[in-house]
């Protein structure tokens, strides 16, 4: 059985993360800088992390240039890593010749190279392609289990083991999908619904009325993980972000569900992260 490890050093390092891409604060690396790029369906995030692995810049942008897990906004994309790559550079005093980009996991060969082409197209050579789950997991410093990813198009679940993914689904369902819900059932405009959907102050307003589509998103992973014996489950992504999304997600799938601080965080971070060694 996988042993339950303790959270505490990645969350503090997620946790670093969020504050350094929300303020535009960095830290002093120790020795070579490493920069990740993560295309998002609602944001671009680019991590840097030092020798340590530890976090030590970070950037994000709201994004529309990628959907169903494909670059649709090659301009914009790679005007997006430009400019991004260009504010931590002038922010940490460095370069970056290189760099890390994500994928979706299971995307297909061409469309993982438009991925690379995009940080070429930018003016970085690519140094790793990681799958998201994979990202995701060296965040979180594990090598085994479930990472379920509720991003803003889609949910993807995977299945990692010994670091890489065994197993991988995507389903069409994601934060996009809540906020049409909320537009529709307080008929107002999507952006207001967006807005109301982060907002705090309205979280009694809306939990009941996106609580289906998370139930939703739980069965996605309860089918996915049929026949399989994962007892870790991992909770990642900025649409697990609600209070009540590891409940539904652990009611539905029968074991526990650990979700971190800072979800939104959490695969972008790892992008930039070296390959453990797994020995
Ligand atoms: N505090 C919050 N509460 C609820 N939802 C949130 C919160 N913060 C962000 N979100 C939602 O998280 C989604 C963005 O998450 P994330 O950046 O993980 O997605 P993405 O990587 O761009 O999308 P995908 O993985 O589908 O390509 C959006 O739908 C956004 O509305
Ligand atoms: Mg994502």
Known sequence: MTPIRSLDAPEASIRRFAHLVRTGVVDEPVGTARLGIDLGTANIVVSVVDDLDRPVAGGWV????????????????TSAVRKLTADVQSRLGCTFTCASVSIPPGISEGDTKVFRNVAGAAGLDVTEVVDEPVAAARALDITDGCVIDVGHGTTGVSILRGGEVELSVDEATGGHHMTLVLAGAYRIGYDAAEAMKKN????????????????????????????????????????????????????????????????????????????????
Do not use: C, Q
């Not at 709201?62 to 994309?77: E, F, M, N, Q």
């Not at 309205?202 to 992973?221: F, H, N, Q, W, Y």
């Not at 539905?252 to 979800?263: F, I, Q, S």
């Open 62 to 77: 709201h994004s529309t240039v990628v959907r169903d897990g494909v670059v649709v906004d090659w301009a914009g994309a």
């Open 200 to 279: 705090p102050a309205r979280r009694d307003d809306v939990l009941g009325v996106i609580r289906p589509t998370l139930e939703k998103m739980a069965s996605i992973a309860e089918a996915a993980l049929a026949g399989h014996d994962t007892p870790m489950v991992y909770l990642v992504g900025g649409s697990s972000s609600f209070p009540n999304a590891p409940d539904v997600f652990a009611t539905r799938l029968g074991r526990p569900v650990v979700r971190p601080v800072e979800p939104l965080f959490v695969t972008p971070l790892g992008i930039a992260m070296r390959e453990p060694d797994h020995d």
